[in-house]
């Protein structure tokens, strides 16, 4: 069995490529850069170390690289792959569409066996979008083919692999917890055998469970660590306030799943507290800067702040903690962040008010409007 996985980097070696590899696949590694893909194949071997007090070193042998901009070497590769999985980050899924729509068209022509390609991004939706990009490179003929023979399932991943750099180039460190969950309804042919998977028929509820506990909790520590200058998530989270705040906006989206996804109140309150746990790391030195980059798509109408703010409303929750983890999102004045000087910018020229209204699209009717706005005065007068 083999798995070309698109994305060498911390989280495609230290989380998908662990995975695959323990599964009893051949990972082969496609990356742009030349230098990690050499050392992979000098060394066809790596190590993932567990960020704990164990320090427990797990290590992933027989795997190897190709240059993904390599287009022949990578069709090549896509004509007899098994899976082909990708951890790129969401805004690269479109480059590497039309080398993957290029392998397609190949393998269609000597392989009738069915191919899954599952993007294991930090987002909703993400093999949905890499089909449709997908697609808009195929020719009519081949996307009736790839209707039949290739799925493109969903999946919600979560893992905490944060910036890192060491004397060895391939070691990763990793936490221990991870979620791989993947739409078993959109796979073609057999279900892969992928130790560590849970495969469902319904993903949306456990997208939204991860996506408003995890990505909600870790983006509203990072900005108010940020804001009141705490450098790491372990730390600004030892500050009462923030740690607070965190807590009852990870509530408010609890009350929120409990109401619209029918999770046991138990079970949703376990799991969110183990996430606090992870937040609270002291092994993980997970930058806020990290955690809270892009505030542009993190403060989207459907994304981890805004999402599940405004559906609140709708089962009769006012979300107070997360208006104050949306508003501190404003506060993010990141110069080493594009969107976040962007942010910045836009408040100075259209003001504060039209600002918010422009990336969240919440109206000023809206009862969260004047919220967000009160919250964004008292960060100022707190920090002051």
């Known amino acids: 069995m083999k798995a070309l996985h698109f994305g060498a980097g911390n989280i495609g070696r230290g989380f998908i490529g662990l995975l695959l590899n323990h599964s009893g696949y051949e990972v082969c590694f496609a990356d742009v850069v030349q230098e990690l893909v050499d050392e992979i194949n000098r060394r066809r071997e790596y190590i993932v170390e567990m960020a704990d007090h164990t320090r427990q070193q797990i290590r992933v042998k027989g795997v190897r690289a190709?240059?993904?901009?390599?287009?022949?070497?990578?069709?090549?590769?896509?004509?007899?792959?098994?899976?082909?999985?990708?951890?790129?980050?969401?805004?690269?899924?479109?480059?590497?569409?039309?080398?993957?729509?290029e392998g397609l068209s190949e393998r269609f022509k000597k392989n009738a066996q069915p191919l899954?390609?599952?993007?294991?991004?930090?987002?909703?939706?993400?093999?949905?979008l890499l089909k449709e990009a997908v697609y808009h490179h195929l020719s009519e003929a081949d996307r009736k083919k790839a209707d039949e023979l290739v799925g493109f399932p969903n999946a919600a991943v979560d893992r905490i692999v944060p910036l890192?750099?060491?004397?060895?180039?391939?070691?990763?460190?990793?936490e221990p917890f991870y979620e791989w969950v993947v739409?078993?309804?959109a796979i073609v042919g057999e279900i892969p055998d992928i130790k560590g998977i849970t495969y469902v028929d319904?993903?949306?509820?456990?997208?939204?469970?991860?996506?408003?506990?995890?990505?909600?909790?870790?983006a509203t520590?990072?900005?108010?660590?940020?804001?009141?200058?705490?450098?790491?998530?372990?730390?600004?989270?030892?500050?009462?306030?923030?740690?607070?705040?965190?807590?009852?906006?990870?509530?408010?989206?609890?009350?929120?799943?409990?109401?619209?996804?029918?999770?046991?109140?138990?079970?949703?309150?376990?799991?969110?507290?183990?996430?606090?746990?992870?937040?609270?790391?002291p092994h993980l030195a997970d930058q806020v800067t990290r955690i809270g980059r892009s505030p542009?798509?993190?403060?989207?109408?459907?994304?981890?702040?805004?999402?599940?703010?405004?559906?609140?409303?709708?089962?009769?929750?006012?979300?107070?903690?997360?208006?104050?983890?949306?508003?501190?999102?404003f506060l993010f004045?990141?110069?080493?962040?594009?969107?976040?000087?962007?942010?910045?910018?836009?408040?100075?020229?259209?003001?504060?008010?039209?600002?918010?209204?422009?990336y969240t699209k919440i109206k000023p009717d809206s009862p969260l409007f004047p919220l967000i706005l009160e919250k964004l005065d008292d960060l100022k007068a707190r920090k002051n």
């Open 66 to 101: 190709i240059n993904s901009r390599d287009l022949h070497t990578v069709v090549t590769e896509m004509l007899d792959a098994n899976l082909i999985t990708t951890a790129v980050g969401p805004n690269v899924l479109q480059r590497i569409a039309p080398t993957i729509a």
């Open 116 to 128: 899954n390609l599952i993007a294991c991004e930090n987002m909703v939706g993400g093999s949905s």
């Open 164 to 174: 890192q750099k060491h004397e060895d180039k391939l070691l990763v460190t990793v």
């Open 183 to 185: 739409d078993r309804s």
């Open 202 to 218: 319904d993903l949306q509820p456990y997208i939204e469970r991860k996506l408003y506990t995890v990505n909600t909790g870790h």
């Open 221 to 281: 520590a990072a900005y108010l660590s940020y804001h009141f200058g705490y450098q790491t998530i372990a730390e600004g989270l030892q500050d009462p306030y923030i740690r607070q705040v965190t807590e009852q906006a990870m509530a408010e989206t609890s009350r929120l799943l409990v109401a619209k996804h029918s999770f046991q109140p138990e079970q949703q309150e376990q799991y969110r507290n183990k996430i606090l746990d992870r937040f609270s790391n």
């Open 296 to 329: 542009i798509r993190k403060l989207g109408p459907d994304d981890r702040l805004v999402g599940p703010a405004v559906q609140s409303l709708n089962y009769g929750i006012i979300p107070e903690n997360l208006c104050i983890g949306i508003a501190s999102a």
């Open 333 to 358: 004045d990141y110069a080493g962040d594009e969107e976040a000087v962007q942010i910045q910018k836009d408040i100075k020229e259209k003001g504060l008010a039209e600002t918010v209204q422009l």
